[in-house]
């Protein structure tokens, strides 16, 4: 009956808002050239905390914590993969670029992991990005080619929304690191032209 009661005088409080933040695909220019490649963008991995929209935040090596009332619009692995998503489309470069669904089908299927989405309290007040990007031949059977990122912004001051911009341009930074990294690979190894019958 207590327990009852306490439960119900919680639940009459006023609860606390939450506050959603999201980031901006970095600009790109448009690309005077296209390469012959349809690239298929897969669905991210990340470690379970990174796939929870709750924003985290490092204390230690290895102490993490979660903000309750300060969230991300997406879970970081998503929100990556369509930042990625909508940077390889704008650049104009590739014949297509497609989110993995069931029937889409590519010269090369580009996949992605969320190693690190936080902030960092210790030493100083950062943003960390770590990213780990590889490209999957589907002919050959075998990733043909990987990059990573992993990058400390400084924040500007103690608030969450401040962490939220300063992931944002590191995020952008890596994203503009990583697809540059991508269209000198794919320039430097063009694939082989259909063999006519």
């Excluded at 990007?133 to 401040?162: C, M």
């Excluded at 990294?181 to 190894?189: E, F, P, V």
Aim: proline share 6%; glycine share 4%; net charge neutral.
């Amino acid at each position: 009956m207590t327990a009852a009661v306490a439960m119900t005088l919680a639940a009459c409080g006023s609860e606390r808002p939450i506050f959603y933040y999201t980031l901006d695909a970095p600009a790109v220019t448009p690309a005077p050239q296209k390469l012959d490649v349809v690239l298929v963008v897969a669905n991210f991995q990340a470690q379970l905390v990174y796939r929870d929209t709750r924003i985290v935040y490092r204390l230690g090596p290895n102490e993490v914590g979660l903000y309750q009332q300060h969230r991300w619009a997406e879970a970081p692995a998503e929100l990556v993969r369509e930042m990625v998503l909508q940077s390889l489309r704008k650049s104009g470069r590739y014949m297509s670029v497609q989110a993995m669904s069931t029937n889409a089908r590519g010269d090369y299927i580009l996949r992605g992991r969320v190693e690190r989405f936080e902030e960092v309290d210790n030493p100083s007040l950062t943003s960390r990005v770590s990213l780990h990007f590889s490209l999957w031949d589907p002919k050959k059977r075998e990733t043909v080619w990987s990059q990573d990122y992993q990058n400390d912004v400084p924040v500007s001051e103690k608030e969450v929304s401040a962490v939220a911009a300063s992931m944002n341009q590191n995020l952008q930074q890596g994203i503009q690191q990583v697809t540059a990294a991508l269209d000198q690979y794919l320039t430097a190894n063009p694939k082989p032209p259909a063999s006519g019958n």
